[in-house]
């Protein structure tokens, strides 16, 4: 059963206007989160994360919020830019030394100009 | 580069060959994972190594599949007899001391005939 999900494969938004993608997790022991965002033929790139002791973090553009009790986040893009169109992977771990990375399935953004 | 350089970038292969993808990461990181993705999927752990030991091995699909490190650096990930299902692009990230985050490759890009 996958513990981490990306419900929404896909997301269309206008320059300039506002990205929200959308994860949920199954797995109370998760306390790290991270989203990546990913070029074709690349690998992913880190963009932002958060602790479970924190329910927002912002870097720029990017700001990633974390509602514990209903086990979701979502990253917020503003303004979305079409260098922003990838795709984007939730990610989650145990605050351990060394432990995987459980990630979701991906959305693709697609930023219009 | 000062990236996880991963070579090759693309392998083609008859099923039932023996594959080995490398893995250089990035200097100073002691902690090295390797993951894969397959076609719509997300990324799927498959091992980890502190320095050259490997203390989560949990990802690994089958005994086809193993890893090696060496020195603490360069990874070498090893599919014996490949199956069809092993296509899939395979992607190794490190990170120091296996704190987050992880810092991935470009991957190569595996395709059994």
């Known amino acids: 059963d996958q513990q981490v999900k990306q419900n929404s494969p896909s997301l269309s938004v206008q320059e300039g206007r506002i990205s929200i993608l959308n994860c949920d997790y199954t797995?109370?022991?998760?306390?790290?989160f991270l989203w990546y965002k990913k070029y074709p033929a690349e690998g992913p790139t880190f963009l932002i994360s958060i602790s479970s002791i924190k329910d927002k973090n912002e870097d720029g553009r990017f700001t990633v919020f974390l509602n514990k009790s209903a086990k979701h986040l979502s990253l917020h893009i503003v303004p979305s830019q079409p260098g922003d169109s990838a795709v984007y992977f939730c990610?989650?771990?145990?605050?351990?030394?060394?432990?995987?990375?459980?990630f979701g399935k991906g959305t693709t953004l697609s930023v219009s100009s | 580069g000062a990236g996880v350089s991963q070579s090759p970038s693309n392998k083609v292969t008859e099923k039932g060959k023996d594959v080995e993808l490398r893995c250089d990461p990035i200097?100073?990181?002691?902690?090295l994972y390797w993951y894969r993705q397959s076609l719509g999927q997300g990324l799927e752990f498959l091992i980890y190594f502190q320095g050259n030991s490997a203390p989560d091995k949990s990802g690994l699909p089958s005994d086809r599949f193993s890893a090696e490190r060496t020195g603490g650096s360069v990874s070498t990930l090893t599919i014996q007899r490949t199956q069809q299902e092993d296509s899939a692009v395979y992607l190794c990230?490190?990170?120091?001391?296996?704190?987050?985050?992880?810092?991935f490759g470009d991957g190569t890009r595996l395709s059994i005939l």
């Open positions: 200097s100073g990181h002691t902690a």
């Open positions: 990610a989650a771990s145990a605050r351990q030394a060394g432990t995987a990375l459980i």
């Open positions: 990230a490190s990170s120091p001391q296996g704190h987050q985050p992880q810092h």
């Open positions: 797995n109370s022991m998760f306390d790290y």
